[in-house]
């Protein structure tokens, strides 16, 4: 049965003044596409965290590219190989020459710039969660072990040589009390499955001194997290905002 953990709790008042929440899912690491799709996760998720929208959350598109193609592309696609070939026979006797004679000629860069696969988007959150009382007190710090935690290998194998690999990991935006066409969208970038990459907790985030609970519990604390996306993202090449990931096109979602 999946565990759900949110701050503040639906007892709180303070929930009617959040317009808009995070989800984070929490779901077994598997290499097989049917699993590894946001659809899955949210399905079949062992554990949730539910927070106010975070103070920051800053989504890094980035691609690698690099120089490729090494012959005159141009005339391979033209159809004119014999040209190129000769071209390349000519280069080469000119380079043979100057090398011989001194000169200064030199190779022209035929190359183009070439995407690299493999980039993936990161995702960084900054939360602040701040308890009113006790047993709130309780739940952030909870939450923040089940962040910590869920970064981590497990060590439940039959071998003391072998570990089960981190949890899948999707979050998503949402709100309680209205209903927006392709929320998403607006407040979390259409995000993809993720593994999650760091966790930074600081339990003393006010004016650096710890606030407390009789009992010395933390009634503050916030916690930095990092998500990798499983996949490098493309577009459907429908001309609409959706990305995808491998997984998702291969299972038609």
């Known amino acids: ?20 929440w ?7 690491y598997s290499t097989f596409n049917a699993r590894r799709t946001k659809n899955y996760i949210v399905s079949n998720h062992y554990g949730k965290i539910i927070l106010p929208y975070p103070r920051q959350f800053n989504t890094l598109n980035s691609q690698n590219y690099t120089a490729g193609g090494s012959l005159n592309v141009q005339a391979v696609e033209t159809g004119n190989l014999l040209g190129t070939l000769g071209q390349q026979i000519t280069a080469t006797k ?6 011989f004679s001194g000169g200064g000629v030199i190779r022209f860069d035929h190359m183009e710039t070439v995407l690299e696969p493999g980039a993936r988007r990161t995702h960084a959150f900054d939360i602040n969660m701040i308890a009113k009382n006790a047993a709130e007190a309780e739940a ?61 907790i600081n339990r003393s985030p006010i004016l650096n001194t710890p606030f407390t609970t009789p009992d010395f519990k933390p009634l503050a604390i916030n916690i930095k997290l990092l998500f990798i996306e499983l996949e490098p993202a493309m577009q459907r090449g429908d001309l609409s905002p959706d990305l995808i990931s491998r997984a998702q096109r291969f299972m038609g979602q």
């Not at 999946?2 to 959040?18: E, G, R, Y």
């Not at 995070?22 to 077994?28: C, G, K, L, N, Q």
């Not at 570990?163 to 607006?186: C, G, Q, V």
Request: aromatic fraction near 18%; avoid cysteine; proline fraction near 7%.
């Open 140 to 200: 952030i710090n909870s939450i923040a072990l089940t962040f910590q935690t869920n970064m981590y290998p497990l060590a439940d194998t039959g071998s003391y040589l072998t570990m089960r690999h981190p949890p899948l990991w999707y979050f998503e935006a949402f709100s309680k009390d209205t209903e927006i066409r392709n929320f998403h969208y607006y407040w979390d970038g259409n995000a993809l499955p993720s593994v999650l990459k760091s966790v930074d």
């Open 94 to 99: 000119e380079l043979a020459q100057s090398f």
């Open 22 to 28: 995070m989800a984070f899912y929490i779901s077994d």
């Open 1 to 20: 049965m999946a565990t759900t953990l949110q701050f503040p709790p639906n007892s709180s008042s303070f929930t009617l003044d959040i317009p808009i």
